[in-house]
C-alpha cells in the first residue's frame, strides 16, 4: 500500500507562484510514474502533470505548459509541482496520483492510477 501526502495548496493572486508536495511512503518510490490530477467544483477531475519513474519523461496538460514544472526527488520520496503565473482557472482541488505501472510514458487518464492523495486546495484570486 503506497501512501501519497500532499502539501503546500494555499491562496494566491492571480500572476503569483505556489509550490505542491507530494510525500510518499512507500521506499520502492522510485519505480512508480507520479501526476498531479485537479478537480474544480462541477468539473471532472483532470490531469495535470506527470513523470515517469526514471524523471526522464514528462507531460503537461496545454492549459499549464510554460508554467507548471512538476519533478521528484528520489532520496525525498517526494513529487512537486511548481505553479508560476497562476490564473483563477487554476483554482481546484489538486491530488498527486501514482502507479507503478506506468514506466516510459506519462499516463494521462485518472482511472490508470491506483494509489492517491487526500488532495490539497489552490485558490487563485482575481
Known amino acids: 500500500q503506497v501512501q501519497l501526502v500532499e502539501s503546500g495548496g494555499g491562496l494566491v493572486q492571480s500572476g503569483g507562484s505556489l509550490g505542491l508536495s507530494c510525500a510518499a511512503s512507500?521506499?520502492?518510490?522510485?519505480?512508480?510514474?507520479m501526476s498531479w490530477f485537479r478537480q474544480a467544483p462541477g468539473k471532472e477531475r483532470e490531469f495535470v502533470a506527470g513523470?515517469?519513474?526514471?524523471?526522464?519523461?514528462?507531460d503537461y496538460a496545454d492549459p499549464v505548459k510554460g508554467r507548471f514544472t512538476i519533478s521528484r526527488d528520489r532520496s525525498k520520496n517526494t513529487v512537486f509541482l511548481q505553479m508560476n503565473s497562476l490564473k483563477p482557472e487554476d483554482t481546484a482541488v489538486y491530488y498527486c496520483?501514482?502507479?507503478?505501472?506506468?514506466?516510459?510514458?506519462?499516463?494521462?487518464?485518472?482511472?490508470?492510477?491506483?494509489?492517491w492523495g487526500q488532495g490539497t486546495q489552490v485558490t487563485v484570486s482575481s
Open positions: 513523470i515517469t519513474w526514471s524523471g526522464s519523461n514528462t
Open positions: 512507500t521506499r520502492s518510490f522510485s519505480r512508480y510514474g
Open positions: 496520483a501514482a502507479d507503478i505501472r506506468i514506466q516510459s510514458t506519462v499516463a494521462v487518464s485518472h482511472r490508470q492510477y491506483a494509489y
